[in-house]
């Protein structure tokens, strides 16, 4: 708690409990006072009233050092440092009950019943230490327990972060890898061609670079890129490879994790067979909040080597960003990969 919260806590509990333990003292002078007894029933209510202003001005000033020394001591755990506590509390009570005594007598003329008046007001002070302390240790505790769930909450973001950052090392790579092999393989075959393949690759590779440190991004934003991915296909594979995408605006807006379709899209290409004859269609649209990326599945009898970690690494991020995994549909005739949108990010 701040500063602030602390003033108030000490404010409102020293009332509570000077009110909780003069109370009944003062509705006894009321009653007096109704009974018809006015001289001396009128100045007992006096009395009261000076009792219960003096024991909340006691609590509020203990209860504001307590705070403080309690604070202090909590990680040393010193036995001398509590009871040396536990003796300045106590030095408090008989000071300020000594004060409330004396001038109380010569206040209001009181000078009958000495020994009821002392009793009282070292039963009350003690009460009232009592109830001080065991109200500080509870909010210590409530204190210390706040702490450790805002530390867990930090350590659980860290970690979080780190491992997303990890994932995101192991994409970046496994992409710029593949596209190398595709580059070499469109310089041997057509080197002009090559020219234009750089020139989709830069884009590609500025859209990654330019929202790297972003977790979400807009699904417009991805399509846009993936755009430009899928002209990388078209130059290598030409007409064995088309790409549909029906997606209505509305959904432009949503969001999902950086570098999301790439993957999808890359290892359709790596792993079924794609040519004039049987072409290898990529259609791409919204379905109950998923986004579904389907491709006809012909797969080739030796598929490319790869790092094995691309739909493992986009299920882990979508774990961790979106709380959801990925879905995979496999049949004789389709793969089909569904992913979870965000609405905002």
């Known amino acids: 708690m701040n500063t602030t919260t602390e003033k108030k806590l000490a404010f409102y509990s020293s009332l509570f409990i000077a009110l909780a333990i003069n109370l009944p003292r003062i509705l006894v002078s009321k009653e ?5 007894s006015f001289s001396k029933a009128n100045i007992g209510m006096y009395e009261s009233f000076y009792q219960a202003f003096y024991n909340f001005l006691f609590c509020l000033l203990i209860t504001f050092f307590n705070l403080k020394e309690w ?13 040396s506590l536990i003796s300045l509390n106590l030095l408090a009570v008989f000071i300020f009950a000594a004060i409330g005594i004396i001038s109380q007598r010569y206040l209001f003329n009181n000078f009958d019943y000495f020994i009821i008046l002392v009793g009282g007001y070292f039963f009350r002070f003690l009460l009232s230490i009592t109830l001080i302390l065991i109200g500080i240790r509870i909010y210590l505790l409530v204190e210390e327990s706040r702490a450790k769930d805002i530390e867990n909450e930090q350590l659980k973001s860290l970690y979080l972060k780190a491992e997303l950052g990890v994932l995101k090392g192991q994409l970046d790579p496994h992409f710029f890898f593949n596209a190398l092999s595709s580059l070499s393989s469109i310089v041997r075959e057509d080197p002009p061609k090559a020219q234009q393949y750089i020139s989709h690759l830069s884009k590609v590779f500025r859209y990654s670079l330019q929202v790297s440190d972003q977790n979400l991004v807009l699904l417009s934003d991805e399509l846009k890129a993936l755009k430009s991915y899928a002209e990388l296909l078209k130059m290598r594979h030409e007409k064995g490879f088309q790409l549909q995408i029906d997606i209505p605006e509305i959904e432009l807006g949503n969001h999902l994790p950086h570098m999301s379709l790439q993957p999808l899209l890359e290892n359709a290409a790596k792993h079924n067979a794609v040519s004039l004859e049987n072409p290898l269609t990529v259609r791409i649209y919204t379905e109950n909040r998923f986004l579904v990326i389907k491709n006809n599945f012909q797969p080739v009898p030796f598929p490319e080597s790869g790092t094995g970690i691309g739909l493992a690494n986009l299920n882990d991020r979508f774990q961790i960003l979106l709380h959801k995994g990925i879905e995979i549909v496999k049949n004789e005739s389709d793969f089909i990969v569904k992913l979870p949108l965000s609405t905002a990010q």
């Open 71 to 83: 604070k202090r001591l909590k990680g040393k755990r010193s036995l001398q440092e509590y009871l």
């Open 32 to 36: 007096s006072f109704l009974a018809g």
